[in-house]
């Protein structure tokens, strides 16, 4: 078994390769990982294990059709994490979502279906959706999204399913809520308000902070694509929740308790723009259908979370600061 990892650099592509890589998935002890990572900001080599014998990886765009083509044939399966994923970044500049998300998509499909790798797992968000003031969005649901970034991720859902109907690619697109857990970038709520408060920064809470996100552990997240790969049906999505809506009042309020700060930590800055009420999933196919079960308590899952990030300082502050770095280069300084 030999598994194409799209993003596998990245936050939640990493957790996977890792729990691959570590026997976590019944089935895939002995299988052989490619990871493709172009390194962008958001990816980090460091995230996954240097010298694993059954790892290999590939610096290299999803986007560049000759080197997509040379490495596809050969694997099994394709799990794509690769994208450009953070919302606010998006609002800045759409460009490289829509050429990632979009066109790298659709670059990697083409590759598949040339080399005749047999499973594809397209991984995919409950953003395509847009906002839902109350109940849950089923499968079914209208495709809405109100971000760049979102926008960007469901033409790639869209292109994803026009590969199964119509070249008969054997394909599952997964749309799960918001993750938390180690190795988050700190461009992210959770992990930035963490390191935040280690360092004494203030919150910058959006808006009046009422907005409401569905959280999930990252590890659940992957089982669940891991079901979706060995057991999801063909041309099918399945949506991956929780049920843990919080509002991100609620959140940074978890978040100062747990590192032992005060809500004079708490800046109100503007809003973001076009900011998404509410996410809500409604997950009953998955588990009906696949038999998932979220096993992370959020309690729990949020507490190690914040201990991880307080005892890897050496890692986000690398993070923090390559990002800082960048960013004052852009800007001349
Ligand atoms: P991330 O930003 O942490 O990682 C993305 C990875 O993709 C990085 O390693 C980056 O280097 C790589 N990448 C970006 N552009 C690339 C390109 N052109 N070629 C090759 N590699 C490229 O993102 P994440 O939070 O781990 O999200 C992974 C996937 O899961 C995304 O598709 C995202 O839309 C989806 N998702 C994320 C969440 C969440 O809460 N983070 C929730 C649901 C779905
Ligand atoms: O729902 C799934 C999505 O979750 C994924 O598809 C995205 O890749 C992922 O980035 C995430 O998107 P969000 O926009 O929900 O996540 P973010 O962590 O950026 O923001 C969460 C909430 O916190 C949102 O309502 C905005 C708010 N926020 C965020 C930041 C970074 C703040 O109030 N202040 C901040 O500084």
């Given at each position: ?6 993003g ?7 957790h996977?390769?890792?729990t691959?890589?570590?026997g ?6 002995s ?6 990572d172009?390194?962008t900001y958001a990816?980090n ?14 610096q290299?765009d999803?986007?560049d ?7 596809a ?6 799990v794509?994490?690769a994208?450009?994923s ?5 609002l ?16 990697l499909?083409?590759?598949c279906?040339?080399a005749?790798?047999?499973?594809v ?7 395509v ?6 109940g ?5 649901w ?14 790639s ?8 109907r119509?070249?008969g ?7 799960c ?7 988050q ?6 992990p930035?308000?963490?390191t ?18 569905e ?8 089982r ?12 099918e999505i399945?949506n ?18 747990l590192?032992g ?15 998404d ?5 409604d997950?009953?196919k998955?588990?009906e ?6 096993r ?6 949020l ?5 991880w990030y307080q005892d890897n ?6 993070v ?5 770095g ?8």
């Amino acid at each position: 078994m030999k598994v194409l990892v799209t993003g596998g650099a990245g936050f939640i592509g990493s957790h996977y390769v890792r729990t691959l890589l570590e026997g976590g998935y019944e089935g895939y002890e002995s299988a052989h990982v490619t990871v493709i990572d172009k390194l962008t900001y958001a990816g980090n080599r460091d995230n996954l294990p240097y010298s694993h014998p059954r790892l290999e990886f590939v610096q290299g765009d999803i986007c560049d059709p000759r080197l997509v083509r040379e490495l596809a044939p050969g694997h099994d399966a394709m799990v794509h994490f690769a994208a450009e994923s953070h919302v606010d970044r998006s609002l800045e500049s759409a460009s490289e979502f829509v050429r990632t998300n979009v066109g790298g998509t659709q670059n990697l499909l083409d590759a598949c279906l040339s080399a005749g790798v047999e499973r594809v797992v397209h991984v995919s968000t409950d953003e395509v959706y847009g906002s839902i003031e109350k109940g849950s969005w089923t499968e079914e649901w209208p495709l809405a999204p109100n971000s760049p970034y979102a926008a960007s991720k469901a033409a790639s859902d869209l292109i994803a399913r026009s590969y199964w109907r119509t070249h008969g690619l054997d394909l599952t697109i997964t749309r799960c809520s918001n993750n938390y857990g180690p190795y988050q970038h700190p461009e992210k709520l959770i992990p930035l308000f963490v390191t935040n408060l280690l360092e004494g920064v203030p919150l910058p809470l959006y808006g009046d902070g009422l907005n409401i996100r569905e959280w999930l552990h990252v590890d659940d997240h992957c089982r669940a694509i891991q079901l979706a790969l060995t057991k999801g049906r063909a041309g099918e999505i399945y949506n991956i929740g929780g049920g843990n809506e919080q509002t991100n009042r609620g959140i940074t309020d978890l978040l100062l308790d747990l590192v032992g700060a005060d809500s004079s930590m708490i800046r109100r800055v503007a809003d973001r723009k076009g900011h998404d009420l509410r996410y809500a999933l409604d997950e009953t196919k998955i588990r009906e259908e696949l038999g998932y079960a979220p096993r992370v308590p959020f309690a729990q899952g949020l507490a190690d979370t914040v201990a991880w990030y307080q005892d890897n300082p050496g890692w986000w502050k690398a993070v923090k600061h390559r990002h800082a770095g960048a960013v004052a280069e852009t800007a001349g300084v």
